[in-house]
């Protein structure tokens, strides 16, 4: 049983895969049409701001809609493979970092970009402008995904509501450092705006919050949260 199990999660986990691929295709495929209409001349940093872009605006609510759709659309791929709530974390975590790591891998064959996975990227604009060097997001994704391996092992974890109020406070912060770039993305001094030191501790502090969290001994692999008693 436990074997059959095993299998399924494995057919599972690379259908998943398969569809962060192809959906990284699809959302690469939009950018380079947004690029070749309001960037001919190039994408670079500083941008300027949405605004001065002649016939941009009714695109803008457009393009934060089909982020926002985006977002749904893997949720709902995560909770219809995902069996229990632990599982579908780990899915959405994985087809999260697969298809924004595959994004840049597209875009890099397709349009020859990014020359440098130091170069800037707009990364999200729900609620304001993300923005940074494209290894940051990397970085985040590939976090995501040893989190996401930890899930799919047998090995419990216990959750208690103070750490995950701490979990959430660290996403939280990685998202501030990003919003943080995007707000000032328009300033000759973009670069100064986004701390790598804060972006590279939160990322440390979030795997060992995850290693303090796993609990040595075997368990029950899908331990439900407590409230710490």
């Known amino acids: 049983m436990c074997l059959e199990t095993d299998r ?11 569809f962060g691929i192809a959906f990284a295709y699809i959302e690469s495929a939009v950018v380079v049409y947004l690029r070749a209409i309001f960037y001919p001349d190039g994408f670079t940093f500083p941008i300027s701001d949405f605004d ?3 016939g941009f605006g009714p695109y803008l609510l457009t393009e934060t809609g089909r982020e926002a759709a985006t977002l749904v659309l893997l949720l709902t791929a995560s909770y219809m493979l995902g069996r229990n709530l632990r599982r579908r974390f780990a899915y959405f975590l994985t087809i999260f970092a697969v298809w924004d790591i595959f994004y840049y891998i597209w875009l890099k064959v ?10 800037w990227d707009i990364l999200f604009l729900i609620p304001v402008i993300w923005a940074g060097p494209v290894l940051a997001p990397v970085i985040t994704s590939l976090t995501m995904l040893i989190i996401a391996a930890v899930l799919f092992t047998d090995r419990a974890i216990k959750l208690t509501l103070p750490r995950l109020a701490g979990f959430a406070g660290l996403v939280l912060m990685i998202v501030v450092v990003f919003c943080i770039a995007g707000i000032n993305c328009t300033r000759p001094d973009y670069k100064l705006y986004f701390s790598w030191p804060g972006f590279i501790a939160l990322h440390i502090a979030m795997i060992v919050f995850l290693s303090g969290c796993i609990v040595m001994k075997k368990e029950d692999p899908f331990q439900r949260v407590s409230d710490g008693n």
Do not use: E, G, H
Request: no cysteine.
């Open 52 to 54: 001065d872009i002649a």
């Open 110 to 119: 397709l349009i020859d970009w990014p020359a440098s996975i130091m170069d």
């Open 8 to 18: 399924n999660t494995l057919k599972r986990f690379i259908a998943l895969v398969f």
